[in-house]
Antibody
Framework: EVQLVESGGGLVQPGGSLRLSCAAS????????MNWVRQAPGKGLEWVSY????????YYADSVKGRFTISRDNAKNSLYLQMNSLRAEDTAVYYC????????????WGQGTLVTVSS | EIVLTQSPATLSLSPGERATLSCRAS??????LAWYQQKPGQAPRLLIY???NRATGIPARFSGSGSGTDFTLTISSLEPEDFAVYYC?????????FGQGTRLEIK
């Protein structure tokens, strides 16, 4: 069974940092492209970042470029999002999402981890 | 960036009725469009990809149609578990974008 489990969320002050993790199981993690998607409270979905299966290709939304860093450790079946210079508008539930091997959309999602940026 | 506009914002229907949800793109996305369902406190679930293909395990009452800029998600006969928020997503142009969602509520 495919499972994605996020962790690392919490309350952080503006300007602070946080590192999110996503532990993958039930599939060959190293073969799949991964993404982070966020959802502000009561709002819609916003794509945040993408990383290829090998980690060689990375993309970011303009809203987080220069502040967030996506990475992965295929040996540990884990995806990460390092978030620096956090702002109030980064407050959201952060989901890791797998891109399907034959279906280039997000076929599995984690349960999400809440990041709250507030003083 | 491509803007996806979903309508209506809220749709009130009864179980057994037919639901028709719309997603309009600000420019052509060809058929690179997906639909997701999200229930309160849960992650989104992929329903339809490439505009008209059902994802694994999705009941046949869900169908998608359209291409270019206009897309439709149809639920042929609503079940109680279908009342949720639905989002469209385009993957034609970077960055990926989502619509603002349509809330399907019980009338």
């Amino acid at each position: 069974e495919v499972q994605l489990v996020e962790s690392g969320g919490g309350l952080v002050q503006p300007g602070g940092s946080l590192r999110l993790s996503c532990a993958a199981s039930g599939f060959t993690f190293s073969s799949y492209e991964m993404n982070w998607v966020r959802q502000a409270p009561g709002k819609g979905l916003e794509w945040v970042s993408y990383i290829s299966s090998s980690g060689s290709t990375i993309y970011y939304a303009d809203s987080v470029k220069g502040r967030f860093t996506i990475s992965r450790d295929n040996a540990k079946n884990s995806l990460y999002l390092q978030m620096n210079s956090l702002r109030a508008e980064d407050t959201a539930v952060y989901y890791c999402a797998r891109e399907g091997a034959t279906v280039a959309y997000f076929d599995y999602w984690g349960q999400g981890t809440l990041v709250t940026v507030s003083s | 960036e491509i803007v996806l506009t979903q309508s209506p914002a809220t749709l009130s229907l009864s179980p057994g009725e037919r639901a028709t949800l719309s997603c309009r793109a600000s420019q052509s996305v060809s058929s690179y469009l997906a639909w997701y369902q999200q229930k309160p406190g849960q992650a989104p679930r992929l329903l339809i990809y490439d505009a008209s293909n059902r994802a694994t395990g999705i009941p046949a009452r869900f169908s998608g149609s359209g291409s270019g800029t206009d897309f439709t998600l149809t639920i042929s006969s609503l079940e109680p578990e279908d009342f949720a928020v639905y989002y469209c997503q385009q993957r034609s142009n970077w960055p990926d974008t989502f619509g603002q969602g349509t809330r399907l509520e019980i009338k």
